[in-house]
């Protein structure tokens, strides 16, 4: 089979989990296309990001003119295709938070696109995430009828179901895959029960580099370590604040912020402003691997999220047989079980997040080892990339239950 995936910025950091699945698909036989809307703006400080960069196709980099040509294309040999296709983005557009006009641009991506597809021989369209990007294969597919399909990771989609016309995308599609149970409770809660059997649950998968050999053993330093993008869903704010407590009660401890976004000056200026310079630091954007030994380096992954799917990290991190703290949102308490493998705060709570430090802190070595030894069990019975591609490939041939 010749299979398009299709993501509004790729390859990027953060989307390394789509980088492993289109490798396992590929291992098991299928042709991968890669497509983009846009290049991303950041440095890709992975060579493997490096390597996907070379073989995925952006329509947004592409010179104007032979964008203009493929569009065209698409135009004058489906004229009837593509005058329904254009009413339908109108439709949609009125419908959503955005404009009608940026959905007209939506369509012209989508007509580029089209051509390519047909160019490559696609026979079947997989978007991942349900915003923009699915919008664009929806009008991919009544342009050219190929067959398409999303993976919807959360939250931004339940966030705003109906400014991306999240139900619309349901209907058109021939198959969704949400990557938790409760990614797709809320998929379920967005369409109609007649749906329903068309909503299937794939997991993220590890990277073998998470999943061969054995786990190292948990470090003596007090450290801990919060990967992710600085942003407000992610909840940084309140470790600083949580790390403001546990200095208060002369608990020694060190933090380590993996990663960037647009709230690091904010981050950073909590830390300088609470005194928490000589405890906590920021690495910036780091690659895969070194994500990995920031990992390894501490007690703990903690995660004080306010909204997610399922972050990857925590499955990476339990892999690696770290303990995780996190809260109770999203698809996190089914990875997460307190007591077992980790401690689940509510969201928001930096009382509770702070108390939760202090127990991994002050657990004796042989115990958080156990919940780590657990934490990797689980993470590999859940998230094992061959198998999650293999459920994958199915619904591609029209196979999946």
């Known amino acids: 089979m010749n ?70 294309r698409t135009i004058v040999c489906h004229p009837v295709r593509f005058a329904k296709a254009f009413v339908f ?66 939250p931004e989609e339940f966030d705003r179901p109906l400014g991306i016309g999240l139900s619309e995308k349901i209907r058109s599609a021939n198959f969704v895959v949400a990557i938790s149970s ?12 007649r749906q329903w059997n068309k909503i299937h649950v794939v997991h993220c998968g590890l ?16 450290r801990l370590v919060c990967v992710g993008r600085l942003c407000e869903q992610k909840g940084q704010l309140l470790l600083v604040e949580a790390a403001r407590i546990l200095k208060g009660k002369g608990i020694a401890f060190e933090i380590v912020f993996a990663g960037d976004g647009p709230m690091r000056g904010d981050i950073e200026t909590a830390i300088t402003t609470e005194g928490l310079d000589d405890c906590i630091s920021i690495t910036g954007w780091i690659s ?23 972050p990857v990290v925590i499955m990476e991190a339990m892999a690696l047989g770290r303990p995780v703290v996190s809260t109770t949102v999203a698809g996190i308490p089914e990875l997460v079980t307190p007591g077992a493998t980790g401690w689940l705060v509510p ?20 115990a958080l080892a156990a919940m780590g030894g657990q934490a990797r069990i689980r993470a590999l019975e859940q998230h094992n990339v061959t198998t999650e591609a293999t459920k994958l490939k199915l619904l591609f041939e029209g196979q999946g239950a």
């Open 182 to 193: 409760f990614g797709r409770s809320q998929l379920w809660r967005w369409s109609d029960h």
């Open 288 to 310: 895969g691997q070194r994500v990995r030994e920031e990992i390894e380096k501490a007690k703990a992954l903690v995660l004080p999220s306010f909204a997610e799917g399922l």
């Open 347 to 366: 969201a928001g709570d930096v009382a509770a997040l702070a108390q939760a430090i202090i127990e991994v802190l002050s657990l004796a070595p042989e």
């Open 89 to 154: 983005a109108i439709r949609c557009g009125l419908k959503s938070d955005r404009s009608a006009a940026v959905h007209v641009a939506y369509l012209l991506e989508a007509a580029v696109l089209a051509a390519w597809c047909r160019r490559d021989r696609i026979t079947h369209l997989h978007v991942h995430f349900g915003t923009n990007s699915a919008m664009v294969g929806m009008l991919v597919n009544r342009l050219s009828g190929i067959p398409w399909s999303f993976t919807v990771h959360g």
């Open 3 to 72: 299979i398009a995936y299709l993501v509004n910025q790729y390859p990027k950091t953060s989307h390394s989990f789509i980088r492993r699945e289109i490798a396992a698909l590929e291992s098991l036989g299928l042709i991968i296309h890669r497509y983009t809307l846009r290049r991303t703006a950041e440095v890709l400080t992975d060579e493997a990001d490096a390597r996907e960069l070379a073989k995925t196709a952006a329509v947004i980099a592409r010179p104007f003119f032979p964008r203009l040509m493929d569009a065209l």
């Open 207 to 222: 990277d073998a580099a998470f999943v061969e050999g054995v786990a190292r053993p948990i470090p003596q330093q007090p």
